[in-house]
């Protein structure tokens, strides 16, 4: 055997399994197949009684050697399904079996040297299922279409589809790869191609313009092809699948559309239409199949988005309040909650209160609700609300009877207060009498203070006015009040001694102060430096009193600094901010025509400072 | 100069009395606003000390009352510093406005005194 002819059946044979290797011993087959040997398949002859229909041999290339190849080994090759038989011989067969070779034409003696051009023959006729009568043929040919729709329904996806379709027909050599246009599962047209060994997807904007129907060299589908990728189609055959798969709701008419690119004769095209023809159910059925599911697919996974996308907690329970499905919100928040407190109407969990409201679902007739929805309504920020009102109306009744309380009261004080000074001028001074006098004016004017304290930042009726007040006194009267957030820390202050006086609510602006005096402090965690001034500066000629409170804490990103004036913008803990405070303050501090300035670098610290318009002193002009 | 007081609380009508009259100027004293403007009528001071809380007609009924008809100073007293400030009491016809409570009585009969003096 010489080396080229080993060569050229190593294409010839190249993965087909299909043919079987069967020789006396393997040395003559190694001659022949050189090192394509052991990727074909072979067997002894003593070894070939084992083969079954299994085995899906439909050619046999028998080599028998020394050894004698009989009738009955042809019945046997003949009945796992062989269509073809070769013998390899250089001699002419005995007589026995000379004459079953007579009768059959489906075993043929053949020379070696003629191997090559004889195989390719018997290749092509095992393909098309020329076997030897016809009865004999079909039950391979059922054996394939079984295999065939075997692999459809393997397919995960419609690349798979077209894979194997392509294998199927991979014999019709002057066929091309398949292409595929169909409605996917987003509705949009789109054509399937192969391009080398991958397959491609390209959605199509162009409707398509023909009817649903079997069209062999049709120009129009050939322009439609070629305006879509750009490059020409000549020989076109089209062959509509109809799936049940959207198949009226779309321009396509129809689910889908096999093109073939290919160079048949008409009557070759006829052949490979009739080939095709029992193809086409299964290969619509597996369409059919891929679509639903990539349809279903889609639309479960809008829904869970959905689910997902809600900010509160959604949860499904059966009727036993196990939890069937959860959403995102709350995996994240309520994942640790008791079962029993899931099926309350209250819930309290890490900082938050939910209001529970539940929505059971019925199913049929049952009229026992066989699912229940429960939506966990997230109502911490609006309880927080709730309670700041709660507490402003409380701060309310309580100024309004602090101012009552204070009228009453200083009255009479003044009346104390001022005839003790009179009565201190009318005795003699340093004697006993004198001195109880000035203890009496002394602690009434103490008295005075208290009340007026308790006036000023309590929200009774009368501060709801603006006053000119300076904004020295209301810090120094607010620095006490908060003694306990700087004690930690150096505290550095001066205060302008002249004029300050700004035209606010002393109760509100006191509010101010405070929370920029408390974000200092709370940004500086252990130890710090608190610095707070107040001064007068002169912008665009107008007079502000300025106060300024710097720290030495963490600092104020810049992309942050836009923010931190946000309502409800905290960076701390859960129930340790509200994140008011200085979305507050900058209210305040503008309703009374000032603006708040900020100046801060990570790591450096910040300096918050409220500008507000200078004023004039409370007296009536004379 | 002839002073009116009229105030609803005792103590500090007799602490303004006594610092008047120790400054020897002739003093009338009202408890109530109708009698305040009685009195107001009958002697045409020219000083009137008014406060402004008072059980029946209060400071404010007063001096609307009294209206434009007067040559009197009046000074309104309240301890109610924001709903009678400055504005409102010029508003009403008033020279000047106190609150109460007063740091030094000695100082607010200062302030009348000057009041007056500066009027003539
Ligand atoms: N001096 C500061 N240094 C660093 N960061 C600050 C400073 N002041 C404010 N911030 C930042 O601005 C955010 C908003 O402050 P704001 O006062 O409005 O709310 P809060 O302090 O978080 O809450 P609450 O005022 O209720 O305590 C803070 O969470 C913090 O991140
Ligand atoms: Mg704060």
Same mark, same amino acid.
């Given at each position: ?19 079987? $290797? #069967? ?132 397919? !995960? ?61 049709? !120009? ?66 597996? #369409? ?120 009453? !009261? ?8 001022? #005839? ?34 308790? !006036? ?154 409220? $500008? #507000? ?10 | ?10 103590? *500090? ?19 109530? &606003? ?14 009137? *000390? ?16 009294? &209206? ?6 009046? *000074? ?5 510093? &924001? ?9 009403? &016809? ?27």
């Amino acid at each position: 055997m010489k080396d080229e002819t080993a060569q050229g059946l190593s294409a010839l044979i190249k993965g087909k399994k299909e043919i079987l $290797w #069967l020789g006396s011993d393997d040395i003559r087959v190694t001659a022949m197949l050189g090192s394509d040997k052991n990727r074909a398949r072979f067997a002894t002859i003593s070894q070939f009684k084992k083969l079954k229909i299994s085995d899906e041999i439909s050619l046999v290339v028998v080599v028998p050697g020394q050894l004698e190849f009989d009738k009955r080994a042809i019945e046997k090759l003949k009945r796992v399904g062989a269509k073809k038989i070769l013998i390899v011989s250089d001699h002419a067969p005995k007589e026995s079996l000379a004459e079953v070779l007579a009768q059959v034409s489906f075993a043929k003696i053949i020379f070696e040297n003629n191997l090559r051009a004889e195989l390719n023959l018997a290749i092509e006729e095992t393909r098309r299922g020329q076997g030897p009568e016809e009865s004999d043929a079909s039950v391979p040919r059922t054996k394939a279409m079984v295999s065939f729709i075997k692999n459809l329904s393997a397919a !995960l996806t419609i690349q798979e589809v077209l894979k194997t379709l392509r294998e199927e027909l991979r014999n019709f050599q002057a066929v091309k790869e398949p292409l595929l246009a169909f409605v996917n599962a987003q509705n949009e047209l789109a054509v399937m191609f192969f391009q080398g060994h991958q397959i491609l997807e390209r959605k199509i904007q162009e409707p398509w313009p023909q009817r649903p129907q079997v069209r062999l060299n049709d !120009l129009k589908d050939s322009q439609y092809l070629a305006n879509i990728f750009g490059r020409p189609f000549a020989k076109l055959l089209s062959i509509p699948l109809r799936l049940r798969y959207l198949s009226t709701e779309h321009s396509l008419k129809v689910g889908a559309v096999l093109f073939f690119e290919h160079g048949l004769s008409e009557i070759e095209a006829n052949d490979f239409l009739q080939s095709i023809e029992e193809r086409l159910e299964p290969l619509g059925l597996a #369409l059919d199949r891929l679509l639903v599911e990539q349809y279903l697919k889609d639309v479960s996974r809008l829904w869970e988005r959905t689910f997902d996308g809600l900010k509160d907690p959604v949860a499904i329970f059966d009727a036993d309040s196990q939890i069937l499905r959860a959403n995102r919100a709350f995996a994240e928040n309520l994942i640790d909650v008791r079962s029993a407190d899931l099926m309350s109407d209250k819930l309290r969990h890490r900082d938050h209160d939910y209001e529970v409201q539940s929505y059971p679902i019925t199913f049929g007739l049952s009229a026992r609700p066989t699912n229940i929805i429960n939506h966990y309504v997230d109502v911490t920020i609006s309880n927080r609300l709730k309670k700041q009102m709660i507490q402003n109306e409380k701060m309310a009744a309580l100024g309004h009877l602090a101012g009552n309380i204070a009228h009453e !009261l200083n009255n009479p004080l003044t009346g104390v207060r001022s #005839l003790a000074q009179i009565l201190i001028t009318q005795v003699k001074p340093g004697t006993t009498l004198s001195n109880d006098l000035t203890e009496v004016e002394k602690a009434s004017e103490r008295c005075q203070e208290v009340i007026q304290n308790l !006036l000023e930042f309590s929200s009774g009726g009368y501060e709801k006015h603006q006053q000119y007040i300076s904004l020295r006194a209301v810090v120094q009267k607010t620095l006490p009040l908060i003694k306990t957030l700087t004690s930690r820390f150096e505290v550095n202050s001066d205060f302008f001694s002249g004029d300050d006086k700004v035209f606010v609510e002393p109760r509100l602006l006191q509010h101010v102060v405070f929370n920029l005096i408390k974000n200092a402090c709370e940004s500086m965690g252990d130890k710090g430096l608190l610095d707070i001034r107040t001064k007068i500066q002169v912008e665009k000629m107008n007079n502000y009193a300025v106060l300024s409170v710097r720290d030495t804490g963490v600092g104020i990103d810049p992309i942050v600094q836009k923010q931190i004036f946000d309502f409800f913008y905290t960076t701390k803990k859960e129930g340790q901010g509200t994140g008011l405070g200085l979305s507050m303050s900058k209210t305040i501090v503008e309703r009374f025509g000032g603006v708040i300035k900020l100046e801060s670098a990570v790591g450096a610290g910040s300096e918050f400072q409220i $500008w #507000l318009p200078l004023g004039n002193s409370g007296e009536l002009p004379s | 100069m002839r002073a009116l007081i009229v105030d609803d609380e005792d103590l *500090i009508r007799t602490s303004l009395k006594r610092v008047f009259e120790m400054r020897h100027h002739e003093v009338f004293v009202a408890e109530n &606003g109708q009698q305040g403007l009685e009195m107001w009528q009958a002697h045409d001071p020219e000083l009137v *000390i008014l406060d402004m809380l008072m059980p029946g007609l209060t400071g404010a009924q007063v001096l609307k009352k009294i &209206g434009a008809q007067t040559r009197s100073k009046v *000074i309104l007293i309240s301890a109610y510093t &924001g709903e009678y400030d400055v504005k409102k009491a010029s508003e009403l &016809g008033a020279t000047l406005f106190i609150a109460k409570p007063f740091q030094n009585i000695f100082d607010v009969v200062d302030r009348a005194e000057k009041l007056v003096e500066n009027g003539k």
